[in-house]
C-alpha cells in the first residue's frame, strides 16, 4: 500500500474501520445480551440512547469530534446517563467506547446491533427513507405490507430525508423500491429530454 491515500479513499478506508468496529463492539454487547438474556433491555436502551443522540446536537459533536478527550467524553456521558437514567452493559459499552477513543462507533453499533437482534428474532429491517416523519397508523400499515409481501416480521428502521419531496423508498436486503417524487420527476426529465 503506498503511503498517499486521496481523500475518497482516505474517507472510505475510515468508513470501513468505524463499521468494523462499530461491528465487533455490537458483537461483543449482543454476546453478552444473550448470556445474561437481556437482550430486549439492551435493545431498547440502545433505542433510547438514539433518540436522545439524534435529539441533541451537542452530542452529536461529542460524539464524532476527536477534539474532545476520553476523559471530556466520559464525564459528559456519566452526566447524559446520569440525568436519563441510562445504566446497565449498554451504557456500560458505550463509556468502554469513549475510554478507548471509539466513540464515533456508537452509532454504527447501535444499528449493527439491531440487526443483530432483528436477526435472532427472525425478522427482517427493512431501511425506509420519507419525505416527512409517518405517523404510527402509516408505519403499521407499511409493516403488515411488507409482512405479507415478505412472509417475515419487519422491523423498519425510518429515517426522514425531505429532499425525496414524497413518497417512500424502501430497502430490504438487496431489494428496493423507490416511489420517491424526486425519482419519479428525475424519470419525467428524462423522457422529456428523449422526446425534445
Known amino acids: 500500500m503506498t503511503e498517499t491515500v ?3 479513499n482516505s474517507g472510505a478506508q475510515a468508513t470501513i474501520v468505524s463499521s468494523g468496529v462499530a461491528t465487533r463492539y455490537a458483537t461483543a454487547l449482543f454476546e453478552l445480551g444473550l448470556e445474561e438474556k437481556s437482550l430486549k433491555k439492551i435493545e431498547a436502551d440502545l433505542s ?4 436522545i443522540l439524534a435529539d441533541s446536537d451537542d452530542l452529536k459533536r ?9 476523559d471530556e467524553q466520559l464525564a459528559a456521558l456519566g452526566q447524559i446517563f446520569d440525568k436519563a437514567g441510562f445504566s446497565g452493559s449498554a451504557a456500560n459499552l458505550i463509556k468502554i467506547a469513549a475510554k478507548n477513543r471509539r466513540l ?8 449493527a446491533f439491531h440487526a443483530m437482534a432483528a436477526i435472532h428474532r427472525g425478522e427482517v429491517t427493512a431501511y425506509v427513507v420519507a419525505a416527512q416523519k409517518l405517523d404510527k397508523t402509516h408505519l403499521d400499515d407499511l409493516k403488515k405490507a411488507l409482512k405479507k409481501s415478505l412472509g417475515k ?5 425510518v429515517r426522514v430525508d425531505p429532499s425525496i419531496l414524497g413518497g417512500l423508498t424502501v430497502k430490504v436486503g438487496s431489494k428496493m423500491i423507490d416511489t420517491s417524487l424526486r ?3 428525475n424519470s419525467l426529465k ?5 422526446v425534445g
Open 48 to 51: 433510547d440512547f438514539s433518540k
Open 153 to 157: 416480521d419487519v422491523t423498519l428502521n
Open 62 to 70: 461529542l460524539v464524532k469530534s476527536p477534539v474532545f478527550s476520553a
Open 190 to 194: 428524462i423522457a422529456l429530454k428523449e
Open 183 to 185: 425519482t419519479k420527476l
Open 104 to 111: 464515533f462507533a456508537v452509532p454504527g453499533m447501535i444499528s
Open 6 to 8: 486521496s481523500q475518497e
